[in-house]
């Protein structure tokens, strides 16, 4: 069983920064897709940006395009979200996921979920 572990969240202010990490545990995920999706306060869960299995394809919802960067460090087993210029609509809780098949937006598509983490954009 693979579980996916994010850190990296908390509180910051408009116009700050945070990184979120992820790190599967149970098994390497070095072939699957990996994205991050999050769920703001009273809404449905929304793509926020996937990377395919190589790193070399990359995609971001447009309302984060610009100030958020996915990447990921094979060889450490991790995938990093760097988030600049965050504003209050950004507030959710953010989701790491995996995908065994085709680099997608649907959140249905991805198979292994982690427990999320907090992120707050203060005004």
């Known amino acids: 069983q693979v579980q996916l572990v994010e850190s990296g969240g908390g509180l910051v202010q408009t116009g700050g920064s945070l990184r979120l990490s992820c790190s599967p545990s149970?098994?390497?995920?070095?072939?699957?897709?990996m994205g991050w999706f999050r769920q703001p306060p009273g809404k449905e869960r929304e793509f926020v940006a996937f990377?395919?299995?190589?790193?070399?394809?990359?995609d971001y919802a447009g309302s984060v395009k610009g100030r958020f960067s996915i990447s990921r460090d094979k060889a450490k087993n991790m995938v990093y979200l760097q988030m600049s210029s965050l504003k209050p609509e950004d507030t959710a809780v953010y989701y790491c996921?995996?995908?065994?098949?085709?680099?997608?937006?649907?959140?249905?598509?991805?198979?292994?979920w982690g427990q999320g983490t907090q992120v707050t954009v203060s005004s």
């Open positions: 996921a995996a995908n065994k098949g085709l680099a997608v937006r649907n959140p249905t598509r991805y198979d292994y």
């Open positions: 149970g098994r390497t995920l070095s072939s699957a897709v």
């Open positions: 990377i395919s299995w190589s790193g070399g394809a990359t």
